[in-house]
């Protein structure tokens, strides 16, 4: 089993910048690829961005490439999303997710999931 807890989320303005964390608990970290979603209000979750297990691939949505970067410390069983340059259009809830397999952007292949934290970005 994997408990995913996030933290890092919050209230910015246009041009700002926040990281987000998601702290995992589970035996061995580096056997799980690390995605982060997100949804806003009354739409669908959506991909944002995924991490292979060693970290040496990544894979970005193209509404955030070049502006957010993810990351992991499998030392500290924790994957990060620094998110620059945030527009009032990322605003929403955000999740990170973890999966046994290869990196993926389709949250349906994804086993364990977080409970979200919210970012809200003002104009």
């Known amino acids: 089993q994997v408990q995913l807890v996030e933290s890092g989320g919050g209230l910015v303005q246009a041009g700002g910048s926040l990281r987000l964390s998601c702290a995992a608990s589970v035996r061995t970290f580096s056997n799980y690829a690390m995605g982060w979603f997100r949804q806003a209000p009354g739409k669908e979750r959506k991909f944002v961005a995924t991490?292979?297990?060693?970290?040496?691939?990544?894979y970005y949505a193209d509404s955030v490439k070049g502006r957010f970067t993810i990351s992991r410390d499998n030392a500290k069983n924790t994957v990060y999303l620094q998110m620059n340059s945030l527009k009032p259009e990322d605003t929403a809830v955000y999740y990170c997710a973890a999966r046994t397999s290869g990196t993926s952007g389709y949250p349906e292949n994804y086993q364990y999931w977080g409970q979200g934290t919210q970012v809200t970005v003002s104009s």
């Open positions: 991490i292979s297990w060693s970290g040496s691939s990544t």
